[in-house]
C-alpha cells in the first residue's frame, strides 16, 4: 500500500487533493501537512501534521516515521505575492523543491508530484494554443522559480531515476478555497463578490484572455497523472494543460445571467503586466495523448456550479 505525504494540504490544491487521496488510498495511508492549520475536514479525517518544508530534520522524521512513498509538494508563494518579496519567495519555492527531491533520492521514494505553472512562459512564448515545447523566457519570480524547478525534476530523473511528474496548471477555480495571491485569482473573487455586493471591481483588463481550469478538472488530472504508468509519462519536466479560455467581461457576461443587477469594473494593477506575459490558450495534446487527460467542465457549466456553492456559504 501507498503511503502519501502531501505537503501544503491547506492551499488551494491541496484541501480537495488530500480529501480525494483519502477516498481512493484511505485516510490513515494519506499524511497531510502544512505550515498552518488546515480545514477540520483535514484535520480530523486522517493523519496531520503542522510541517515547514524548509525544515529539512522535520521532513525526513515525518516521512521516515509514516513510512511515505509518494509525495504531492503544493507548497509555494504564488505570482502576485512572489513579486512583492521576490528573494523570500525564491528561497522558499526552490529551497522547498530541492528539499523533497534530496530527500526521494536518499530514501528512494516512489514518485514525487509537483506543480508547475503557465507562468514558466513569457512574453516571447507563442500566446496562442501556446505548445509543449517551446520558448520559455518568464519575467515574474514565479515564473523564474517554476521554469527552473521543472529542470531540476527533469535532472533528477535522468540523473537519479526520480519518478518526478508535474502539470503546468493554468488559472484554477474552486469553490472550496478562497483566492490565494495569484494573478489569476480575479476568476476566483468575482464569484464571493458577486454574491456578497453584487459588483466586483477586476484588477485585469476586461480583454485580457487566460487558460483556467475548474478545481474538479485539475484534481482529475493530477491523479491521472501520477496512476499512469511510468512508461506512459514521456515529459519529465511538466506538462500542459489547458481547461476553459476566458476573459474577465466574458465571466462577467456569463454571471449576469444569474445575476442581472451584478456590475462589473476595471481598475488594472500590476498583475496586468504579469496576465499580459502569460499565454491566452494552450495545448494540451501531449498530455491527452500520454496518459488521457480530459476537461468537462465548459465557462456555463463552473459558472452555474461556483455561484450555487459560493451562495451556500451566505445562505
Not at 514518485?111 to 512562459?121: E, G, Q, R, T
Not at 464569484?191 to 487558460?211: H, M, Q, S, V, W
Not at 481598475?267 to 495523448?289: G, H, L, Y
Not at 487527460?293 to 456555463?300: H, M, Q, R
Request: charged share 25%; proline share 5%; hydrophobic share 40%.
Amino acid at each position: 500500500m501507498e503511503k502519501i505525504l502531501v505537503i501544503g494540504c491547506a492551499g488551494q490544491i491541496g484541501s480537495e487533493l488530500t480529501l480525494e487521496l483519502r477516498k481512493m488510498y484511505g485516510d490513515a495511508n494519506v499524511v497531510a501537512t502544512d505550515i498552518k492549520p488546515a480545514q477540520k475536514e483535514i484535520t480530523e479525517g486522517g493523519p496531520f501534521e503542522i510541517l515547514d518544508v524548509l525544515d529539512t530534520h522535520r521532513l525526513f522524521g515525518t516521512v521516515s516515521r509514516n513510512k511515505i512513498t509518494q509525495i504531492y509538494h503544493l507548497a509555494a508563494i504564488l505570482s502576485g505575492n512572489a513579486e512583492k518579496k521576490p528573494i523570500a519567495s525564491w528561497h522558499i519555492n526552490m529551497e522547498s523543491l530541492l528539499n523533497v527531491l534530496e530527500l526521494a533520492r536518499e530514501l528512494n521514494l516512489n514518485k514525487i508530484f509537483w506543480p508547475s505553472s503557465i507562468a514558466v512562459f513569457g512574453p516571447t512564448t507563442p500566446r496562442v494554443e501556446t505548445p509543449q515545447f517551446t520558448v520559455m523566457e518568464p519575467n515574474t519570480v514565479y515564473g523564474i522559480s517554476k521554469l527552473a524547478g521543472e529542470r531540476w525534476l527533469e535532472y533528477y530523473f535522468q540523473k537519479y531515476g526520480i519518478d518526478c511528474r508535474s502539470i503546468r496548471y493554468p488559472g484554477l477555480i474552486s469553490h472550496k478555497t478562497e483566492a490565494g495571491g495569484g494573478t489569476t485569482d480575479y476568476a476566483v473573487e468575482i464569484f464571493y463578490e458577486a454574491i456578497r455586493e453584487k459588483k466586483y471591481d477586476c484588477f485585469l483588463g476586461e480583454n485580457t484572455y487566460l487558460p483556467m481550469q475548474f478545481m474538479d478538472d485539475a484534481i482529475k488530472a493530477t491523479i491521472g497523472l501520477m496512476e499512469a504508468p511510468a512508461e506512459k509519462v514521456t515529459v519529465r519536466s511538466s506538462y500542459n494543460v489547458a481547461g476553459i479560455s476566458f476573459s474577465p467581461k466574458e465571466i462577467a457576461a456569463e454571471i449576469k445571467k444569474h445575476i442581472p443587477e451584478f456590475e462589473m469594473s476595471y481598475n488594472p494593477d500590476f498583475r496586468q503586466a504579469i496576465a499580459d506575459s502569460w499565454p491566452k490558450s494552450i495545448d494540451d495534446s501531449v498530455a491527452r495523448r500520454d496518459w488521457g487527460l480530459k476537461n468537462t467542465f465548459d465557462l456555463k457549466r463552473m459558472t452555474d456550479l461556483m455561484l450555487k456553492e459560493v451562495g451556500k456559504k451566505f445562505a
